[in-house]
């Protein structure tokens, strides 16, 4: 519904709340000109793809707190919305007991995550992808198990900040295409069980902190080429490195048909 520029429910103490009390999953698509829709306290999971900013507007603690109602949304959605350039504070803060996972794909003018992300006190995935204007990271939440990012061209390095992730089980980095090392500090992501690291072309090496991670299950690298010869199974000259890692997948194209 291109057209369709506003979503009202029904007027409950002078706020719109959605009429579908059962709904749990929302799905809003191609809806470039909607700016505003009602509170929906039941909904858990929201997926908003091309749609507008001001869609998020929703999420706000004082309309919650009118209503005498909790937010129950525990996963949230965000992609090809060409109009979000942050998460709004108020928004994070409005989910900050409620959210367990946040993805952003291809958001192309998004350069900030907000700053008050650490405030989002259950939040265990975070996945960031195609986003070419995203720089940094601030501060992450205690809770965090998974963060993936992807694809994010203005990012040419880690972000210091990953190694305050202490409860991260699951990284996954892709399309640092200039990236030539791992920062040491990753060795003191003590919890780390699985790396995932693809399309990384640029990068040499793995440092030995993160080799000799306690819990490190898995370690799964696809189409980074050097890493591919470095750490091929009994032909790599380094791959006694690794081979104490439970589940090791290596898979590089070029390798394979060299």
């Known amino acids: 519904m291109p057209n369709l520029k506003i979503w009202e429910g029904h007027v409950v103490d002078g706020r719109h709340i959605s009429s ?83 993805k952003i794909d291809n958001c192309e003018n998004l350069t900030s995550l907000s700053d008050g992300l650490r405030c989002l006190t259950v939040l265990k995935k975070l996945e960031i992808s195609n986003c070419s204007q995203l720089a940094s990271l601030p501060l992450l ?38 990236l030539a090392v791992l920062p040491k500090w990753l060795g003191n992501l003590t919890s780390l069980k699985e790396l995932h690291i693809w399309n990384c072309p640029s990068l040499m090496r793995l440092p030995e902190e ?20 470095r750490y091929e199974k009994d032909k790599g000259e380094d791959w006694d490195l690794i081979s104490h890692i439970a589940d090791v997948e290596i898979v590089s194209l070029k390798v394979l048909e060299g």
């Open 20 to 102: 579908f009390s059962c709904l749990v999953s929302l799905v809003i698509e191609y809806c470039p000109m909607l700016t505003a829709m009602p509170c929906l306290p039941v909904v858990q999971n929201l997926h908003i793809r091309e749609g507008h900013a001001m869609l998020l507007n929703a999420y706000n603690e004082r309309n919650y707190e009118m209503l005498g109602t909790e937010v129950c949304l525990k996963t949230l959605s965000i992609s090809s919305c060409k109009d979000v350039v942050s998460l709004p504070r108020e928004v994070v803060s409005c989910l900050s007991t409620s959210l367990q996972e946040l």
């Open 141 to 178: 939440p205690d809770a965090l198990q998974l963060l993936s990012i992807q694809n994010c061209e203005m990012m040419s390095f880690l972000p210091e900040v990953l190694q305050q992730a202490a409860s991260l089980q699951e990284l996954e980095i892709g399309g640092f295409f200039t």
């Open 210 to 229: 993160v080799l000799h991670l306690p819990r490190l299950e898995k370690l799964y690298i696809y189409e980074c080429l050097q890493l591919a010869r």
